[in-house]
């Protein structure tokens, strides 16, 4: 569509610092869930470490709405070579070795999203920068969405969060584009990996900064999202430099809806064979009561 | 796979999960033998619309309990801007509230005519003209309106975690069937607890046969759901929650009860118990196992 709106985010230039991740907070008025975390140094500690490299947000949560992934690499490719089987092992224990993906992630506003698709109460609705969107008042805490989203995006607001029991998740900053503002993740990204717009012009881009890396020797530089096979685009694409699978991104995410049909055949098929089943029960007891009783018989 | 966060559907859903089943089940089989049943199993329908509609209305409670917001329940029926109806055709939970009220106003219908039947609750002066409703063709399409709203309660569900991205749950087509399956032999294990003293020994005979029918084909459609998981049937099958249903539903709650009715007659009521009430163990360890196992592979926050 050509009035789509959303990110490009081109991970060869994300450099780890979180700026997104603050920003976001930042403008969202997100908690920064310090009371939730239990520290051996008392509450309101800064919280422990995870021990995943640099990455100490874990995942999406109700008020981590940007996550930055940092996947550590072994074995470098030499620059110009496919890496015919990268090793995704564990930390390299020397660090001598090692080279980072780091991935800014978040809500994928999905063309064709599968927690709008499933959403009972309307509360998830596509807005006119075709971002997805969730109402507050009207979500019910039902949790549908959070099991349809193949990319752990949506999480429960808990207690002292804003709309507490509904369903929490990027916004695409609403707020701010309705007054014609860049989202706060994208303005604050100081390297602009984080890339904001018109889909159509962030498309034309990425294409051609895809070029750019393959002919300097980086044939594994690839696009994530920015067709329609991964349902139907995303309004948010990502430039990868390895395959989808590393990143924790799901190659070939499904659409709720595509099981309902199959699924209701094999179950009315089901619900057949149990009508036969007691018709056969109940109606065979009929004739041998009808041979073996006499006054039946006479009736 | 496994980067879907967990919906955490836990006890409130599995404890609908198993009623609902067992409503569901109870009132198909008491629609089937409005159609087709003689005046001696229509004790049994009776049985199944005493356990319908109560059951109806504590799934209901179960259903506004695991919502986070429960007050806000009647939004999967009214939008609460417009005030419209909401329906969305292809989200099956949207379906589903629809379904459960249909499945309401169904049974509560059948509840009344119940005590009208029994003479309950001063209803008994309605009791002649309800004979009547109900043997009229009105009366004969109501019973087809009842398997419809039994069969759509029994399915839906299994169809609802299919259309999701939680492994296990959406690599398969087959949970429909299965919790249809199982709506249907626990609803009748049910029926057989319940009904068991009142009814004629035939009619009992009869509720024992149609069981033993939907046991089989839940079995059957049990192996073929794990079959249908493909590249996921080995971790299934060594899952915690997968082990669970394949023991407790597959073993205690299916092959166990189908070995027992095939023992002697002497055993007699005790076995008849014995096995129904395994059968409806089987089918709450099947809806637990079911939940658990797909949530297990998903990221948990909180």
Known sequence: ?299 | MGITASPNWQGWLIAYFFFGGIAAGAYFIAGLLELIGSERDREIARGAYYLAFPLLVLCSLFLIADLHRPERFWHMLIQSDTFWPMFKYWSPMSVGSWILSAFGAASFVSFADALAEDGRFGLGRLGSWARMMRLSPAGKLFAVLEMLAAYGLAAYTGVLLSATNVPFWSNTNLLGALFMASAASTGIAALILIMGRRVAHDSLAKLETADTLAMALELVVMIGFVASLGSLASRFVTNKYGLIMLIGTGGAGLVLPLILRLLPKSWGQNAAVVSALLVLVGGLLLRYGILNAGQSLTIRVD
């Open chain 1, 1 to 299: 569509m050509s009035d789509a709106y959303g990110f490009y985010t081109d991970t060869t230039v994300c450099i780890g610092c979180k700026a997104c991740q603050v920003a976001c907070h930042q403008w969202n008025e997100l908690p920064a869930e310090l009371e939730q975390q239990p520290s051996e140094h008392g509450p309101g500690q800064t919280r422990p470490m995870t021990g995943n490299s640099y990455d100490n947000t874990g995942s999406f949560s109700d008020v981590n709405w940007r996550h930055v992934k940092f996947i550590e690499k072994s074995d470098i490719p030499a620059v110009g070579t496919t890496p015919a089987s990268v090793s995704h092992s564990p930390q390299d224990p020397n660090r001598d070795n090692l080279q980072w993906l780091m991935m800014s992630d978040v809500c994928k506003h999905c063309v064709n999203a599968p927690c709008l698709e499933v959403c009972p109460t309307g509360a998830i609705i596509r807005t006119e920068f075709d971002s997805v969107y969730i109402q507050e008042p009207v979500c019910n805490g039902c949790r549908n969405c959070v099991g349809a989203c193949p990319f752990g995006v949506i999480h429960m607001g808990g207690s002292g969060n804003a709309g507490q029991g509904t369903a929490k998740k990027c916004t695409l900053c609403y707020d701010r584009m309705q007054h014609g503002l860049t989202p706060a993740c994208a303005q604050a990204c100081p390297t602009e990996s984080i890339q904001f717009g018109k889909i159509i012009d962030l498309k034309v881009r990425a294409e051609q900064r895809v070029k750019d890396l393959h002919d300097l020797g980086f044939p594994q530089a690839q696009l994530y999202g920015a067709d329609t096979k991964i349902l139907g685009g995303l309004n948010s694409f990502y430039l990868l430099m390895d395959q989808p699978e590393v990143y924790g991104l799901p190659s070939n995410p499904k659409l709720p809806s595509r099981a309902v049909i199959p699924s209701t055949l094999f179950s009315m098929g089901s619900a057949l064979l149990v009508a036969l089943g007691a018709l056969f029960a109940f109606r065979k007891k009929r004739m041998d009561e009808f041979a073996t009783d006499p006054a039946a018989k006479e009736r």
